[in-house]
């Protein structure tokens, strides 16, 4: 029985289908759904740590300059010594939570939340100062101790939630700090109230626009990184294809003349070509069907590629032909490695139509010692296949000098 009121399961959508969305998006809402916010976070951590780390030192040292010069030009008969706990009271702690928070390692929340306590130290400070003075308190002690508030508005990088709470509890403290002096009326209180909220509601809006927009920019970027991403990876699959042969999943032909003119182009480089053909095989297309034919040359591609190492270049040459270049060997290391080939696909039984059979191989060998192009080398290797066919075929030959070594037979 199907329960009503069953949890549909959530759809989730592509990176770029939620950014596409996003951009297109109009309203008051910042934040992205949970996906890109997650990886908006994640891509931008490392520079939003430098740029907090920025207005930390920055800020600090404005809030003092301003501070003092506020003091020394503005304001009549300061209290110095509450404008020393205001300055450098809150400089220091701001200072001491930006050693401890910004550090790689802390939680990006961690590092927000302690932004937050360093801006609300020095704003919460100077009205504080204010409200404790001593001495009869004025309306204009009360104004100027709105400017530090209007600072971290202004030129300090609140996400705009942060900058909401630091914008309600600087008018919930200074309310209270208002109303808790005698010498102010309810009629200049409210003033000073407003006067505030007034001032610092087109930061708290400006906040929001300049995360919006930080937002949309990231989204573009994010956008065409995921472009220049999918079209690097269709790069990296179309030139898979263009050197892989589509039949037997090896390196095709075009994939071995540029490793062979790799060979050939490096002064003093190493290595062996291998020329192997499959015997007999028009006569088994003729037996048993071209599928055959097909399924056999997967099954000889397959043996042979897993007897060499990873160095080595197995490619389809042509029709019923491999070419192996091995890499860094001489003419001893290539006889070996061309036996154990040999053998190894005449050990090699596959079904076709209900029946096992099997195939042979033949062999030639060529070492790449003075030849300077790739067709000299292909040439002796191809001369060194038609020897060992023309000497019974299953077998290995080799080309040039070790001309001993030809018509070998294991076995």
Request: proline fraction near 2%; charged fraction near 20%; include cysteine.
């Amino acid at each position: 029985m199907i329960r009503s009121g069953a949890i549909a399961e959530k759809q989730t959508f592509p990176l770029d289908v939620l950014a596409e969305s996003e951009l297109s998006r109009s309203g008051f809402r910042l934040r992205f759904p949970d996906a890109l916010e997650t990886r908006y976070w994640r891509d931008i951590a490392a520079e939003r740590l430098r740029d907090l780390r920025f207005i930390a030192i920055w800020g600090v040292a404005g809030y003092l300059f301003f501070g003092i010069l506020l003091n020394l030009f503005v304001v009549q008969d300061p209290n110095w010594g509450g404008v020393a706990i205001q300055l450098c009271g809150a400089s220091l702690l701001v200072l001491a939570i930006s050693n401890l928070a910004l550090r790689d390692r802390v939680a990006v929340t961690a590092r927000e939340i302690a932004l937050l306590v360093c801006c609300l130290a020095c704003s919460l400070g100077a009205i504080l100062v204010v409200s404790c003075k001593p001495g009869p308190v004025t309306l204009r002690d009360f104004l100027l101790s709105i400017s530090p508030a209007s600072f971290v508005l202004i030129f300090v990088r609140l996400r705009f939630h942060q900058a909401t709470a630091f914008f309600l509890i600087n008018i919930a403290v200074y309310a209270l700090a208002v109303f808790s002096r005698q010498e102010i009326s309810h009629d200049d209180a409210t003033f000073l109230i407003g006067f505030m909220t007034t001032l610092l509601i087109p930061a708290l809006i400006g906040s929001h626009g300049f995360e919006r927009a930080l937002r949309r920019i990231y989204l573009h970027r994010l956008l065409e990184q995921l472009r220049n991403d999918t079209l690097a990876a269709q790069n990296v699959t179309l030139t898979g294809l263009s050197y892989t042969d589509p039949l037997t999943r090896i390196a095709n032909r075009r994939k071995l003349d540029e490793a062979l003119s790799e060979l050939v182009m490096q002064p003093g480089a190493t290595g062996t070509m291998l020329l192997v053909d499959i015997d007999w095989f028009k006569a088994f297309n003729d037996r048993y069907g071209h599928l055959a034919g097909d399924a056999c040359l997967c099954h000889v591609a397959a043996c042979l590629s897993s007897h060499l190492r990873g160095a080595d270049l197995l490619a389809r040459f042509g029709g019923e032909e491999f070419a192996i270049l091995l890499a860094e060997s001489n003419v001893v290391d290539a006889t070996e490695t061309a036996e154990q080939l040999r053998e190894a696909v005449q050990n090699l039984h596959f079904v076709v139509r209900d029946q096992h059979v099997n195939v042979t191989i033949s062999i030639g060998v060529a070492v790449h010692h003075g030849m300077s192009t790739s067709d000299a080398l292909i040439g002796a290797a191809d001369k060194a296949l038609y020897a060992a066919k023309h000497a019974g075929r299953n077998r290995v030959s080799i080309a040039g000098a070790e001309v001993e070594l030809l018509g070998r037979r294991v076995g």
